[in-house]
């Protein structure tokens, strides 16, 4: 019993400590998990930061649209005839003037040859040399003319001679009677001749205009370019027959260029005649210029948009007809916008944010952005000027700390 007793005093005394120790060793371990902790947080990132900057630039309105050429003409033959020949093809450059093709001019040469001999036949029966290229002549000063005019004038002579005998009672009735026929006869001669002398004259005029014509079907036979610009399309070949205006080629200019656009009718009030143009094409990454010069007067019901047209210049023929374009119309000049580097932006789910360092952190900041300018992209509404960012942040989220490095 007394065995007991004290082996129960014993456990007694030894359960105080053995509440203690679970206490104390998690004391120690907790000491140990603090210090680990403190031993495993990352350093500071090491970042660089932009300052938030003032930028004056040109308002635009973005659209976009289709270029066209300004001029665009099917050339087609006047004259019907065989095709000869034909120096260009899809893709040639061609002169105002350049011969493009020719019909075989054969024909057409006979018939100048035909044209002119009856011309000189006309001018010999109206007593002009036959080579010549004056045709005037008074009708009075032909041949046939001035002979009726020698006959008429004979005639009055007779009839005022035998008038005079007859009132003296010299000759019979019947002699005055024959001498004023005679004249009738003659005047009708005159007349007669003056007519004639006039159909000559302008059966020579007639000639005169059929060689003119046959001179000019002769040339037809030679298509000639109307306009600087560049063969699209050959649509005939040598050896064809052609009718007249059978297309040959078709021919665009090329420089300058017509740029269509389709603005949006809550910005058509702002695009004015006279406007600078900026624009791009697939494929290419030149910036052209344009100018405004043509604007729909009504807007479009379908899409409620206003058409306008710009004037592209296009010297080296860089822009092709038919190109899709994007363009941007300069409609105010100097507006004042604020602008950070493009690296300091960071889209996450349609939302764009910047970081900036505030007590050795990284903190975000929602933004709305607008135009790319170069390297630099415009801050719309979030952040103002002279505010600070990180420029390229990567994978840095806010509340990591970090370390400014420039």
Not at 82 to 94: A, K, N, P, T
Not at 158 to 181: F, G
Not at 380 to 393: L, R
Request: proline share 4%.
């Amino acid at each position: 019993m007394t065995w007991l007793g004290s082996t129960g005093k014993g456990w007694g005394r030894l359960l105080p400590v053995a509440l203690l120790l679970p206490f104390a060793l998690a004391a120690c371990d907790g000491d140990q998990s603090a210090t680990a902790v403190i031993e495993n947080s990352p350093p500071p990132r090491q970042v660089k930061i932009a300052t938030a900057v003032e930028a004056k630039v040109a308002r635009t309105v973005s659209a976009t649209g289709t270029l066209a050429a300004e001029d665009q003409v099917v050339l087609g033959t006047k004259v019907v005839g065989r095709l000869g020949e034909i120096s260009v093809d899809l893709g040639s450059r061609v002169r105002k003037g350049q011969a493009i093709a020719r019909i075989d001019p054969s024909d057409y040469r006979l018939r100048v040859d035909q044209a002119e001999a009856a011309l000189q036949q006309a001018r010999v029966r109206l007593g002009l040399p036959a080579e010549g290229t004056s045709d005037k002549i008074e009708p009075e000063q032909t041949s046939a003319v001035r002979q009726a005019a020698a006959g008429l004038k004979e005639a009055r002579l007779t009839h005022d001679r035998m008038t005079k005998l007859w009132e003296n009672n010299y000759i019979a009735r019947a002699e005055l009677d024959a001498a004023v026929a005679q004249l009738a006869i003659a005047e009708g001669q005159y007349q007669n001749a003056l007519e004639e002398a006039r159909i000559r004259q302008g059966l020579l005029f007639q000639r005169r205009s059929e060689l003119e014509i046959a001179r000019q079907q002769l040339d037809d036979t030679i298509i000639v370019s109307p306009m600087d610009g560049a063969v699209s399309e050959r649509q005939a070949s040598v050896g064809q027959y052609l009718i007249a205006g059978a297309p040959v080629v078709t021919l665009v200019r090329m420089d300058p260029l017509r740029l269509r656009l389709a603005v949006p009718e809550r910005q058509a009030g702002s695009v004015r005649v006279g406007q600078a143009v900026e624009l791009t094409v697939e494929g290419d990454s030149r910036r052209y210029s344009g100018r405004v010069v043509r604007l729909s007067p009504a807007i479009s019901e379908n899409n409620r948009t206003l058409l306008i047209e710009a004037e592209v210049p296009n010297r080296d023929a860089g822009l092709r007809p038919g190109s899709f374009a994007k363009a941007d119309i300069i409609v105010e000049a100097g507006e004042q916008i604020v602008t950070v580097p493009r690296d300091a932006i960071i889209t996450f789910a349609g939302i764009d944010k910047v970081l900036s360092v505030e007590e050795g952190q990284a903190v975000e900041k929602r933004v709305r952005t607008g135009r790319r300018i170069g390297e630099q992209i415009e801050i719309i509404e979030g952040v103002a000027a002279g505010y600070q960012v990180i420029v390229d942040p990567g994978n840095l989220v806010a509340g990591q700390p970090v370390n400014v490095v420039n």
